[in-house]
């Protein structure tokens, strides 16, 4: 399987369902799963899910400008994507870098273990 | 050991050390890493440091403007940087984010694994 079909892949489905359906992501992580959003760290799916859905914006849309993947060892893979995240009724996007590094699942899918976000400020 | 505490040292070392003699990157590369610079995939220490050595500028200084880092899992920590890096001559310095992963070496200390550089470009 290649690696950049997997992460493109993931990619696509992630911010798809956090633009769509932000509770929808809790099938992505679980109990071991970190997430640091803008400096604070939350550990857990239903905790890290608390926290998107509690984000203070109803509706918004990740445009993705660059994806690159690597082999992390293990079977992992780190996935480091940038791209710009417009919030509804706010005139200008946000400009974001957010890592992941996915686990694969015995089902032959992936879950996210880490997770890394930041807004990249101008 | 504070993996927080370890992050810091270890982008405090990498950046002093790309600012001031790339070649002595070499060190913290070995024949099983992978940089990704730019979209460009760069496999083990020797190409790596070649590209790193070959960037079209003499001197340049990295300013770092956030780190945030967590365990990859087999004793790996993920470290997600952000910054700008202002190169000798050119009026206004550029933003980055860098990602490493971070595996112990049998010296105790780390080495990386993966490393992914992207420009934000604004």
Redesign the interface.
């Known amino acids: 399987m290649d690696p950049d079909a997997v992460a493109k892949a993931f990619v696509e489905h992630y911010y798809s369902t956090f633009d769509a359906n932000r509770a929808g992501l809790a099938n992505l992580y679980q109990e071991g799963s970190?997430l640091?959003f803008e400096?604070q760290?939350i550990q857990g799916s239903q905790n890290i899910v608390a926290k998107l859905t509690s984000l203070p914006f109803q509706q918004c849309k990740h445009n993705i400008t660059?994806v690159?993947c690597?082999?992390?060892?293990?079977g992992?893979m780190?996935v480091?994507v940038?791209g710009n995240l417009q919030l509804a009724g706010e005139q200008h996007a946000l400009?974001f870098?957010q890592?992941f590094?996915l686990?694969p699942t015995p089902q032959g899918s992936f879950y996210v273990?880490?997770d890394?976000f930041?807004l990249?400020y101008?």
Do not use: W
């Open positions: 970190m640091t400096g760290k660059t690159d690597q082999h992390s060892g293990s992992g780190l480091f940038s400009k870098s890592m590094h686990m273990l880490n890394i930041r990249n101008a």
